[in-house]
């Protein structure tokens, strides 16, 4: 066991995930929660939370650990109720999809003493809520963290620990650096998926049978993404704004270029530009971050008749 009590603030995908992998690979002795509606909570209770509470301070009082996991925007919100109650010693992650501004909003409320460690899970899925998590959510996967220079080594290594134990791989990440990886990694894609979606909404052809029908040709996997819960996305634009608008910009002259190629019939542009874009899925591939089967590894659809 690495912490005798842990406490979950938020008892979404992410934190309910936790809990199921801590459960199984024997982690943590308790594990107390806290969700803004009674219906989270009641249902964390029945799956995967020893004990809930009616507020996140009560939630905190005695915790070792204390994972912030609820949407960006209300981090500081929480800090602020949970600061004065925290046991000293202890230490509060956080699980957002966006670095800056979580540090800015949560380490003003919290004591000295106090051990802050923001990290970020490169997991997830398109499901929300406490019924979506699974243990093996985190296998194999990254977890970065963004100590600040003076993080206590001990309790930085203690949290490394919890978090190698539910099977993902920990690095280390300037702050700053984290949002901008992001940003290219998983923010302005979501920005795309959310706007190719959008299109095909406004073409008025998404609730007529084309485009679903057809979808397997690569607008689905668009869906998958733009069916992301809304709250978290909402936030995380807003809270990594910089980052985002910088990779959005680059991306909107890449997509210049390409129309360009395209309007010009400059087909050795296209070959070559699409050549070195295969190379970074097999590098994928590669480093074990994908499968390499066909189309995800998906069983093929049923074949209309
Ligand atoms: P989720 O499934 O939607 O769960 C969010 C949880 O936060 C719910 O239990 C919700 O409670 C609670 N909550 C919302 N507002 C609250 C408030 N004011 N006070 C107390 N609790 C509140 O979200 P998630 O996917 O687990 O995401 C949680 C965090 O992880 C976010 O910061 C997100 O950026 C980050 N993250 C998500 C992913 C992903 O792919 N999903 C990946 C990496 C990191 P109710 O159910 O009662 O509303």
Partial sequence: MIYPRVALIGLGLIASSMAHAMRANGLAGEIVGYAK?????????????????ETA????KGADLVVL???VGVMGDIAAEIGPHLKPGATVTDVGSVKQAVVDAVAPHLPKGV??????PMAGTEYSGPRSGFATLYQNRWWLLTPAEDCDPEALARLRNLIEGMGAKVDLLDVAHHDLVVAVVSHVPHA??????????????????EVIKYSAAGFRDFTRIAASD???????????????LDILGRFAEELFVLQRAIRMG???HLHAYFTRTRA?????????QDTAAPDFGRAPPARDV
């Fill in 37 to 53: 509606s009674p219906e989270t909570r009641a249902v964390a209770k029945d799956l995967f939370c020893d004990r809930v509470c």
């Fill in 280 to 288: 970074i899925r097999r590098g994928i591939i590669e480093a074990g």
């Fill in 69 to 71: 996991a609820v949407p």
């Fill in 230 to 244: 809304p709250t978290m996305w909402r936030d995380v634009f807003l809270t990594n704004r910089d980052a985002v």
């Fill in 266 to 268: 400059d087909g050795e």
């Fill in 115 to 120: 051990h802050f460690i923001p990290g970020h």
């Fill in 57 to 60: 301070a009560e939630a905190v």
């Fill in 192 to 209: 795309i998926a959310y706007t190719m979606v959008g299109v095909a909404d406004h073409m008025r052809r998404v609730s007529q049978s």
